[in-house]
């Protein structure tokens, strides 16, 4: 019972990692730089994502335009793009084997099935929650070490977004996640090795004959 909780927990905090990676994935503000200048009432907030560059204007107006040209992109924001759909394929899949191997769910067959679902999608969490880590964190570095650098002008340099954060934190999720499935696999399994069902040896048949005769029938 207590290991089926624990799998309705882990496989909760994968339903949150499953969609904040999707939302990560789709956000506009990877990074965001505001440019307040003179005046205020003029005031722009820049966000750049993966796939489109956003601007909001104080006075309410807001435009978005897509990055149409692939080769004409960074290294880390094709990496990212890549990486970021497939930790969001690879979820998804956790999602769905996770769901026939889970012990709370009659889906799956017998136990030894269900075990080695619910092990595959924990796995599926793992890579899922790397590929998550990889660019956000490649991506953090590049900000970081652009907001540094002091050839760059101000107007040029940005700051970490919302999207960056919930990549992180979405990545987490999925890590903890699959983690726990794959762990409560492995100890099942550790236990099966360590008490191994006991054998019933079935006594012979010479030894059934003789048992059913006595001794003095030959004296």
């Not at 807001?62 to 690879?90: D, E, G, H, N, W």
């Not at 998550?132 to 050839?151: A, C, H, K, M």
């Amino acid at each position: 019972m207590a290991s089926a909780s624990l799998q309705f927990f882990a496989f909760i905090l994968a339903l949150f990692g499953v969609f904040g990676d999707i939302a990560a994935t789709l956000l506009p503000n990877w990074k965001v730089n505001a440019d307040v200048g003179s005046n205020i009432i003029t005031a722009i907030t820049q966000m750049q994502g993966l796939w489109m560059d956003c601007t909001w204007y104080s006075t309410g107006m807001f435009s978005c335009t897509l990055k149409y040209s692939v080769l004409s992109l960074p290294v880390y924001i094709q990496a990212a793009r890549t990486t970021m759909v497939l930790s969001c394929i690879l979820s998804a899949f956790g999602i769905c084997i996770t769901t026939v191997g889970m012990k709370c769910t009659k889906l799956g067959g017998d136990t030894d099935s269900k075990s080695h679902a619910c092990f595959a999608g924990g796995v599926c969490f793992i890579l899922a929650g790397i590929f998550g880590l990889v660019p956000t964190s490649w991506y953090t570095r590049e900000i970081i070490s652009n907001f540094l650098d002091q050839s760059i002008p101000e107007s040029s340099k940005h700051e970490p977004g919302g999207a960056v954060y919930t990549g992180f934190i979405s990545a987490g999720f999925l890590l903890i996640a699959g983690v726990i499935f794959c762990t409560s696999c492995f100890k099942k399994q550790q236990g099966a090795w360590i008490y191994p069902p006991k054998q019933h040896h079935c006594p012979s048949t010479e030894q059934e004959s003789n048992a059913g005769y006595s001794l003095k029938d030959y004296v």
